[in-house]
């Protein structure tokens, strides 16, 4: 493509009208975020904040989002009307968040260690026993799943979403560690088995540091399906000091009364929830292009 | 102990842990799932083996029929509208030039957000009376003052099916992107030679290169689409008169809200079924290509 061509105006003009349209919802809720009520509610729409104010972001960082009333019929989704704190929300999915990542790397790089350097019986169909979440869809399991986790007593914990978003990695981290350690050379393991350090000692010194982009890749997706889960945490978390920042956000939205949600509340709670994400999106998201495409998209 | 055993007993302590988990949390439930399908299950005492009975309720159910079709219906609408997007932005990126991958990277980035994310997003911006979307047909005069996009099953489909373009493109933008990348400029100067123009290039020989990164996406897109729920459940929570509500809704509806366990059951094993049929044609076109 020639500079200043009629070609080169084009491409930049259909990239720049692109990026203007995809961005645009982003950038409307981060500025409704802080307009002022009269602002944000008047008819006549304003395309950047003529007040800027947090009163939304202080709101839902301080205050509950409702009170049970106990008098009312109380099922499993009014259960979610209750009250909680955005803050709260936000330290359980975090904490939800860490534990997969690392329960993740841990499960993904033994996996992929052992079928990378072990020979043992049925290596294949262990290897294809284990890509079977792609296979079956869990979310048609999702009764089942229920009455196993009330059965394992790990209704409303942590720990039964840990397990259940790490279970969900399991095919794209074995996938994509196999291939980190398959790309070291098998000597240098040999030299460093013949200088008389163990196995474990091997891994974690020699091959590991070897295998980054892998466990970036790993990090970036386990990150990915645990802090967006929705649908696991809003049905099997159902007490108020633990839920997740996405069904937080269902709370927020439906507040005091259903039909009439709180815009400003609710897009500083979006804002509030994708910050992260958009942190670790511009560090790390050639990661999220290599989990997608196997690392086939060149730079 | 022969040195061999000894490798194997450590590689199987080493996999252990992902076997444990796909078990435990996959295997078990799937299993489960076929066992329930075929009991009656009471909200007390022992299950009763029942036979076929769950499925013919099911079969006898109109809402299980209606969420079917709405899902289907979900489906086929929302596949050619990610590619009708998907498509020509994987052209675009695959241009190279100052700043490609910062465009890429702003196309990629609506898919990181999460499901819920997305659907408050797009509900602002739907809202009825205060939403830029509508302030902005209105301004067109499209719609009349007092349009309210969720009242008929119709527009609230569009509405979900553009928030769902906007948020997952970029998945199949960044497969074709891959396929696209992936052929030799031989061709493209061997069609420049032959006088071709550009949209017949794109038609007659980038395209059928690509065919295969174009039947993964349509399997992911319609594979994806079948499991829907988070979206209608946010955004129009089935309504109106359950005529949004999606098949994985009403499997859960039946499950937890109305405790029938056997029946909900017999609904996922109908929809894994399904599922296993488009996912088994995506592995062996993959296989296929791989050859």
């Not at chain 1, 009764?143 to 196993?148: E, M, N, S, T």
């Not at chain 1, 049905?235 to 039909?259: C, P, R, Y």
């Not at chain 2, 997952?168 to 030679?193: N, R």
């Not at chain 2, 065919?211 to 897109?221: A, G, N, Y």
Request: proline share 4%; hydrophobic share 50%.
């Amino acid at each position: 493509m020639k500079r200043f061509s009629s070609d080169y105006y084009l491409y930049y003009l259909l990239n720049i009208s692109l990026v203007i349209i995809i961005l645009f919802p982003i950038y409307w809720t981060i500025i409704s975020s802080l307009k002022t009520p009269p602002e944000l509610i008047s008819k006549q729409q304003t395309f950047y904040p003529h007040t800027i104010t947090f009163e939304y972001y202080e709101r839902i960082l301080t205050y509950g989002f409702k009170e049970v009333d106990e008098s009312e019929n109380v099922t499993l989704e009014d259960g979610l009307l209750s009250a909680g704190n955005i803050f709260i929300a936000f330290k359980n999915s975090f904490i939800v968040t860490i534990g997969t990542i690392i329960l993740s790397l841990i499960v993904s790089t033994l996996g992929g260690y052992a079928f990378t350097f072990y020979k043992f019986k049925f290596k294949e169909y262990f290897f294809v026993f284990l890509l079977l979440p792609i296979l079956i869809p869990s979310i048609s399991l999702i009764i089942p799943i229920y009455i196993l986790l009330k059965n394992l007593n790990l209704l409303d914990t942590y720990t039964a979403l840990i397990f259940l978003h790490s279970m969900s990695m399991v095919p794209l981290g074995i996938f994509m560690m196999r291939n980190a350690f398959s790309s070291i050379p098998k000597s240098l393991r040999e030299v460093a088995i013949l200088e008389g350090s163990n196995d474990f000692k091997i891994l974690l010194t020699v091959l590991m540091p070897l295998t980054i982009p892998g466990i970036l890749t790993v990090t970036v997706f386990a990150m990915y399906v645990s802090w967006n889960d929705f649908i696991l945490a809003f049905l099997f978390i159902s007490s108020e000091d633990m839920k997740m920042l996405n069904v937080a956000l269902k709370h927020i939205a439906t507040g005091a009364n259903q039909w009439e949600m709180k815009w400003g509340d609710l897009t500083a709670g979006s804002v509030v929830s994708f910050i992260p994400l958009i942190i670790f999106y511009a560090f790390l998201q050639q990661y999220f292009v290599r989990g997608i495409t196997g690392g086939a998209v060149k730079e | 102990m022969r040195r061999s055993d000894k490798e194997q007993i450590i590689g199987y302590l080493l996999i252990l842990p992902a076997v444990l988990l796909v078990l435990i949390f996959l295997v078990y439930p799937f299993l489960n799932s076929f066992y329930m399908s075929f009991h009656k299950w009471p909200v007390f005492g022992d299950a009763k083996f029942v036979g076929f009975k769950n499925y013919i309720k099911v079969w006898k159910d109109d809402q299980f029929w209606n969420s079917l079709y709405f899902t289907f219906l979900y489906t086929i609408t929302v596949t050619p509208m990610l590619f009708a997007l998907a498509i020509p932005i994987a052209l675009l990126c695959n241009i190279k030039a100052k700043g490609s991958t910062l465009f890429r990277s702003v196309y990629f980035f609506p898919v990181v957000l999460s499901f819920a994310v997305s659907a408050y997003v797009w509900m602002w911006l739907y809202n009825e009376s205060n939403g830029v979307f509508m302030y902005g047909l209105r301004y067109f005069s499209i719609v009349s003052d007092d349009y309210n996009i969720w009242l008929e099953r119709n527009s609230s489909l569009l509405a979900v099916n553009i928030q769902i373009t906007w948020k997952f493109f970029g998945i199949s933008m960044i497969i074709l992107l891959a396929g696209l990348q992936s052929i030799s400029d031989d061709y493209y100067e061997a069609s420049k030679l032959m006088g071709a123009s550009r949209m017949q290039t794109i038609w007659n020989v980038t395209l059928p290169l690509i065919k295969t990164s174009i039947v993964l996406c349509l399997i992911l897109s319609i594979a994806g689409s079948m499991q829907v729920y988070e979206p209608f459940l946010i955004m129009t929570q089935g309504s109106p008169a359950n005529s949004t509500k999606t098949l994985v809704m009403h499997i859960v509806d039946v499950g937890l809200d109305y405790y029938k366990l056997g029946p909900s059951a017999a609904m996922g094993t109908t929809l894994m079924i399904i599922l296993l049929i488009i996912t088994s044609l995506q592995l062996s076109i993959l296989r296929k290509d791989n050859k």
